[in-house]
């Protein structure tokens, strides 16, 4: 064999050396989620959406191979969460209310809602000294008088606003339950997986709160997993890993594990009930699924 040829060999050899190694680290290379970390350290609100997304990747790992979920370093509110999503680099993967997000072109909505349309079923946090004042209510044109506490930027604010609710934004989460035990406002509106774990973490150290007992409040308010357009396919992973744990039952499990105790201790049937509109409702959202729905009053 001539030099020449000797070299050729070696140089094909290379070739496929390298292009073996290059395809196995990629399929072997691990996804990577990058999701916000919680606003503040009493914030509980997001624990079930990340054990969700967790299964939601495991239920894919034969498909899709390994992953990682990294935390972002900084706590965020809300808005800058969102913020943080649409650059796409801290955040690739964040778990929003669709009104939060309607006309936002720079993520993909996962329509699978992760609260099953609980999230639209409110009770609220008072002061404590408002119970009669709240119980004495009979109309919602009577409700609609009060003022409601909500964060700068939330998706119910215009809810609220739509249907004639006076709203009052707060700078941060926090911050929201001191402005009530200061009467700011009258109520802070929160979904019935909320109101009773937040009171619980804070009724020590703000022992004005209560968690209101009569009024029970309902608009269509679904929330979804959106990632951002860049990462196509951690989208249909979870797409896919959330589709199959509604199919074998696994996502109400995991919905009614987190969930069960707080729906039953709100005694939601024997509440007043309040409806009220929720506007520009896209059409795209699954509602002729019942399996990805959870009503309470049923």
């Known amino acids: 064999m001539t030099t020449k040829k000797i070299i050729k060999c070696l140089e094909i050899s290379l070739f496929v050396f390298l292009f073996i190694n290059i395809l196995a ?5 691990e996804m990577v989620i990058k999701i916000p970390r919680p606003e503040s350290d009493q914030d509980t609100r997001y624990r079930y959406e990340a054990e969700l997304l967790r299964q939601a990747l495991e239920k894919t790992r034969t498909e899709f191979g390994d992953y990682r979920i990294e935390m972002a370093k900084n706590k965020m509110t809300e808005k800058r969460m969102r913020a943080e999503l649409k650059e796409g680099l801290r955040i690739n993967v964040n778990h929003l209310t ?57 998706g119910d604010v215009a809810i ?25 406002f009258d109520y802070f509106s929160r979904g019935i997986g909320e109101a009773l774990p937040e009171y619980q973490a804070r009724k020590g150290k703000i022992p004005e709160l209560w968690v209101e007992e009569s009024i029970l409040l309902i608009y269509p308010y679904p ?6 357009k860049n ?12 589709h ?15 969930n069960r105790d707080t729906i039953q201790k709100a005694k939601l049937k024997g509440r007043k009930v309040f409806r ?13 699924d019942p399996r990805l729905w959870y009503d309470p009053l049923d």
């Not at 946090?125 to 409700?143: G, P, S, V, Y």
């Not at 506007?279 to 959202?285: D, E, F, I, R, T």
Request: proline share 5%.
């Open 223 to 228: 929330a979804f997993f959106y990632v951002h």
């Open 160 to 184: 609220f606003e739509h249907n004639g609710i006076k709203v009052l934004a707060g700078a941060s989460y926090e911050g929201l339950f001191s402005m009530l035990a200061a009467k700011r």
């Open 98 to 154: 669709l009104m939060t997000m309607l006309n936002q072109d720079y993520a993909i909505p996962i329509l699978v809602p992760t609260q099953k349309g609980t999230l639209g079923y409110r009770i609220f946090l008072i002061h404590k000294e408002d119970r009669q004042r709240f119980a004495d209510i009979k109309t919602l044109e009577q409700f609609k008088k009060l003022v409601v506490g909500q964060g700068q930027g939330w």
């Open 244 to 258: 199959e744990m509604v199919d074998d039952g696994s996502f109400d499990k995991l919905f009614m594990r987190y």
């Open 276 to 288: 009220i509109e929720t506007p520009n409702m896209p059409s795209y959202v699954p509602v002729y």
């Open 25 to 29: 680290s990629t399929v072997s290379a």
């Open 231 to 242: 990462f196509p396919k951690i989208a249909d992973r979870l797409n896919r890993g959330l």
